[in-house]
């Protein structure tokens, strides 16, 4: 079997809270026993409402937050084992586009100063070289034509320009991998899906892999191969984006779901399609199925008390619930 580009196994982040800086009050368990694989080339979404724990997941893949528990395999190589200049390397292999694209640009740099610096930092000695790789850059990401653009500061760019800055950046080192982190929640509603089908085209014409987080289940039929429904610091489901749209085997799922369908129901708060009740405390998650407080199906003496595995009532469909048992 061909080696996967990224196998995440049983992967923990918890943060410590404490009070005083010394009292401690528990851990937030921010990511809870999270396993999935991700395909050279794949493009997978991790849906998941607020405080879920996305972003957690995220910064740790990126190694900016150390796991608690579980492993991480990129290119077969065990993240936590990289230092110096592998783990440089894994940096410029693993591009980040975060949600908000000021805040990810350096204020002070102009357009120029901030893709070369990635460059310089790589090795990339020859200045007539990394000029090239710039304007490539931006081409591809749509901002070739505009020559002032180089010499512009982030706060004269539109916020959709400013995204397409922080994609020219994470292209410039030839990534196989790139995280996007809610990439267009910031942006207005006009220019979301030019940025969405702009890192679709991107991943697809270079064969990036792409790990798409989003709180919208709407977005993802376009841009995901495969979906991973993240619940209170854990995968709910995970499937191919028809299999999970069109039979979803998670009572959380089909929530979603259900709550997108009729965006005017009471249950699709705000905009963000989110299912009756509250999210669960990540400090003190519930026992059993995390899930079993809000879940309209539940099974008397099962979900309040056993954790359910993963079930794969499909193939290559996998869901947590005691229903698929
Ligand atoms: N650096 C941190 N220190 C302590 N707690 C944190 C830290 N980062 C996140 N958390 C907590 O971990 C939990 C998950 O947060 P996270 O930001 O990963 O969720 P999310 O799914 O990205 O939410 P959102 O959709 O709002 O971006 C939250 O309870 C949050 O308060
Ligand atoms: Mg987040």
Redo the contacts with the bound molecule.
Sequence with gaps: MRQPLLAVKDLQTH?E?RQWGFLRLGS?R??DGVSFTLDVGESAAVV????????????TLLGL?RPTGGEVLFEGRSLALLKGAAMKDYRARVGYVQ?DPYGALPPFMNVRRILEEPLIIHGVRSRVDRHRRIDEALEEVGLGSAAEIRDTFPHQLSGGQQQRVVIARALLLRPHLIIA??PVSMLDASVRVEILDLLHSVQTVHGIALLY?T?DLSTVRHYAHRVMV?YA?RMVEQASVESLLDRPQHPYTEALLAALADPDAENARHERHVPVGEAP???NPPPGCRFHPRCPQVIAGTCETRDPPDFEPFPDHRAACWLRE
């Design positions: 943060f809270l937030v921010a990511v998941g409402e607020s405080g879920c724990g996305k972003s957690s997941l995220a910064r937050y949600q982190d809610e987080i709180h993240m610091g405390s990540l400090l």
